[in-house]
């Protein structure tokens, strides 16, 4: 059953999602979806997501965004919805120099 067309969401988690292993939350969740792309810290605070593959798969992984981890407190996801680039071939996390990382 297909879950949509492909598609690419990139979205900013913000509230206190750093430190709290929220990226590997995100990762161990995109990974078992099968999705592509990466999560990130970003030094404003925020957790960065890109991630591609179905829609239906996206919005399922939106919300598995707004919950996070237990022992985070999301306040706010912004998002933006993209045309599909299939540029990844997998997802993984990525370090931007943040102390964070």
Known sequence: ???GELVRLEASVRGRVQGVG????V???????GLTGFVAND?????HVVV???RGDLED???????GPASSIV???DEDWLPYTGHWGAFSIESRG????
Do not use: I, K, W
């Open 52 to 54: 591609e593959g179905p």
């Open 75 to 77: 306040e706010r996801v």
């Open 22 to 25: 929220f990226r590997y939350f």
């Open 98 to 101: 943040h102390r964070g990382d």
């Open 27 to 33: 990762a161990a969740r995109a990974t078992q979806m």
């Open 61 to 67: 992984l939106l919300e598995t965004l707004r919950e």
């Open 43 to 47: 030094q404003d605070g925020a957790v």
């Open 1 to 3: 059953m297909s879950r």
